[in-house]
């Protein structure tokens, strides 16, 4: 039941993040930016052809493989009960649900859709499914080197117990 409940949440964030770039489409793409905070927090229209940071430009091809082989085998991870742990699980899933959405702009228009511009650091424009991504992935990563030093403590303690 709770891969379902995880995939339902991916879906979920899929669709959140498809209705903003809709909404981010019609309304920001003719003003190109509006000023939430101004000079510190915009939304700003892009077509990234690329990836993070601009990198990999005009690679869309390696780009939708990669991303739907790493969506694949991360769905049948959690279908497989691969994935076990409900922070885990979830976690996991908000990933996939930030992969498909940018995956579905990379396949139907060719570029992703970015628009959440912190101006006051300059920092990338970004959008909705790239935060579930690099917050997803940040989160994972963050659960298996917690999990891998409590392993590493319980058998420090195990071998203390037994020798």
């Known amino acids: 039941m709770l891969p379902y409940l995880a ?32 000079g510190v927090l915009h939304l700003t229209y892009l077509e990234n052809r690329g990836m993070a940071f601009g990198m990999m430009q005009g690679q869309k091809w390696l780009l939708i493989w990669v991303t739907a082989i790493v969506l694949l085998v991360l769905i049948a991870a959690v279908m497989m009960g691969k994935v076990k742990k409900p922070a885990t699980l979830f976690t996991v ?47 994972l990563l963050f659960i298996l080197l917690r999990e891998m030093m409590l392993e590493e403590k319980a058998g420090k303690a195990e071998k203390k117990h037994n020798g």
């Not at 909404?23 to 939430?36: E, T």
């Open 7 to 38: 995939l339902l949440l991916s879906a979920v964030l899929v669709l959140v993040d498809q209705l903003t770039k809709i909404a981010v489409q019609h309304w920001l793409k003719p003003i190109g930016d509006f000023p939430l905070i101004d």
């Open 93 to 139: 899933a908000v990933i996939i649900g930030g992969g498909v959405g940018n995956l579905i702009d990379r396949i139907y228009r060719g570029y992703v859709i970015d628009f959440i511009y912190v101006k006051i650091i300059n920092f990338a424009i970004f959008n909705f499914a790239d935060i579930c991504v690099t917050c997803g992935t940040a989160v």
